[in-house]
Every structure is written in structure tokens, then in C-alpha cells.
């Protein structure tokens, strides 16, 4: 039996302070002003975020970071939408627009739901450096103890650049 290394699990909230942060200033906002303004930053921050995931898009061209920058807008979209719609803190029936905006932001929670449980939103480096130290058991006629090369191996810079691609857009890691 091997001993399997892991490294140690992610448990900082780092992930959630940009989440803190704008409950925060919804709060502020609220109370400093009224519930109409807050909601408008609310929105405003929710769309403000969805630029620095839309970043992630064009740097790794994986689908998920696209998905959840419309989520991010569609949610902002919503909570600038319903702020017409609050009178003295008191909700009020919802107009078509927000109804449409908010089926709109639900379907894509769900798709982005979908993308986590099938793990097309992880970073894989970790998973990589795992596999990279665990042992392995020395048998006859496989692996040797430093790995010889076998024979010049050509490639273009074309597949070097496919090959980064692959790796950005996988979530691997980011090529250079």
C-alpha cells in the first residue's frame, strides 16, 4: 500500500469577502440613504464584479468564466430593476421586465450549478500536484527511478501553443 500524499484543504473565506463586502454596502447604503439606492449599488457592484470574471473569459477562454459573468449581470440587472419598483421599504408586484430578468438570472444559477457539480469550474492544479507525489511501487519492467528519455521528440510551435490553450482552457493552469 502506497502512502498517498494530499495537500490541505481549502478552508479560508477569502472566496467569500467580495460577498461580505457587498452585503455590506447594500446595509450602508440602505441606511444612509434608502432601500431604492442600495439596491442600485447592489446592482451596480453585481455588474462591476461580473468585468473582473468576464477578465478570467478572455485569459483562459473556458465557458464557465463566461457563464458566470452573465449570471453576475443578470443579477445585477435584477436588483436595479426591482429598486423602481420599492416604495418606503415595502416591496411592491413586480413588473414583466424583472420577471423576465429574474427567470433569466435563474437559469443561469442552474447552469452555473451544473458546471460545479461536474467540476468544469475547478482549478485543477492542486489535483495535478497530488498525482505528481504519490509513490509509486517498483515492479519488474515499468517504472524506473529517474525516467530516461527515449528519443528526440519534434514539436512545432504551433502545438506548443495548442497544447497552452488546452491547458488554460481546462482550468490546469495559466501558460506564459
Not at 457587498?22 to 439606492?37: G, K, P, V
Not at 421586465?97 to 457539480?117: A, D, P, R
Request: proline share 2%; no cysteine; hydrophobic share 50%.
Amino acid at each position: 500500500m502506497y502512502n498517498q500524499r494530499k495537500l490541505k484543504q481549502e478552508t479560508s473565506i477569502t472566496g467569500l469577502l467580495p460577498a461580505f463586502i457587498s452585503l455590506i454596502i447594500f446595509a450602508l447604503t440602505s441606511i444612509i440613504w434608502d432601500l431604492i439606492i442600495g439596491f442600485k449599488f447592489l446592482g451596480a457592484i453585481m455588474i462591476f464584479y461580473a468585468l473582473f470574471i468576464s477578465y478570467s473569459y478572455f485569459r483562459t477562454k473556458n465557458m464557465g468564466s463566461i457563464v458566470s459573468s452573465l449570471y453576475m449581470v443578470s443579477l445585477g440587472a435584477f436588483f436595479i430593476s426591482i429598486s423602481k419598483y420599492v416604495v418606503n421599504g415595502i416591496r411592491v408586484e413586480f413588473q414583466t421586465e424583472s420577471k423576465v430578468i429574474l427567470l433569466i438570472t435563474i437559469i443561469f444559477l442552474f447552469w452555473l450549478l451544473y458546471l460545479m457539480f461536474t467540476r468544469k469550474l475547478k482549478w485543477r492544479g492542486s489535483e495535478i500536484l497530488e498525482l505528481a507525489a504519490k509513490n509509486i511501487e517498483e515492479n519488474k519492467g515499468s517504472y524506473t527511478e529517474r525516467p530516461l528519455p527515449i528519443g528526440k521528440v519534434d514539436y512545432s510551435k504551433e502545438n506548443i501553443k495548442a497544447f497552452s490553450k488546452f491547458f488554460e482552457k481546462n482550468l490546469l493552469g495559466l501558460t506564459y
